[in-house]
C-alpha cells in the first residue's frame, strides 16, 4: 500500500493572505485559519493483471466539501477505465503489463485545486495447466493439453514441456515441447510425470506436472 500526498494554496487563498497584510492594523478582527488543501491517494504501489485495484482518497483536506476527480493513463494496449471517477473512491482493472499513472484533482470550497499522482507497476504472471492425471496402456500415445493456460493479460504464452521421471530403461522422448499439445509414446509400464511451465516473455508460471500411468498390456475382450 502506498500513500501519496500534496498539498496546494489556491489562488484565493493568495489573494485573502494579500489583502490581510495591504490592510493591516490593530483593531483587525482576527479570522478562523483555513485548513491547507492536501490531497492523498492511497492505494497499491504493485499489483497483477486482471486483479481489482482500489483507489482511495478519503484522507484528502481542504475547506468545507471536496469534489474529486481521478483520471487514468495507462500503457500501449489498455483498456482499462476508472469506475466513478467523481467520488473519493475509485478503482479499475488493469488489463496489460507496465505503469499506470493514477491523478487525483481535489477541490474545496475556497476554489483551491490541488493534485496528486500515483504510478502503479502492473505485473502479468501466466498460470500454467498440464490437464488431469491419465492411465493409458503400453504403446498408446499420450496427448498431453496445455490450451487451459492463462495469461489474465492476454498475452502471448510460451510453452515448456518437460518429461521428469520415467520408468527405468525407458527412451520415451516428448514431441511438440514448445507448444500447447505435446505428445510421447510410453515403451515402458510404469509411472510418467510430466512438467509443464508457460512464460509471457517477461514472467513465468509456476510449474505443474501432470502423472501418467501405464499399464503393461490391454486387458483382452472376452
Known sequence: MIRIKTMALGIAALAGVGLALACG??????????????????GPAKADAGSRIELDGTQSTGAGALAFSWSLEAPAGSEATLDTPKTELSSFVPDVQGDFVVTLEVRDSKGRIGTATSTIVVRSFPVASAGGDQLVFLGEEVVLDGSGSKEPAGLPLHFNWLLVERPAGSKAALSGADEAIARFTPDRAGSYVVELVVDNGGQTSAPVTVEVEVTPDEPGWG
Open 25 to 42: 492594523g490593530d483593531d483587525e478582527k482576527p479570522k478562523g485559519k483555513t485548513p491547507p488543501l492536501e490531497v492523498v491517494i492511497e
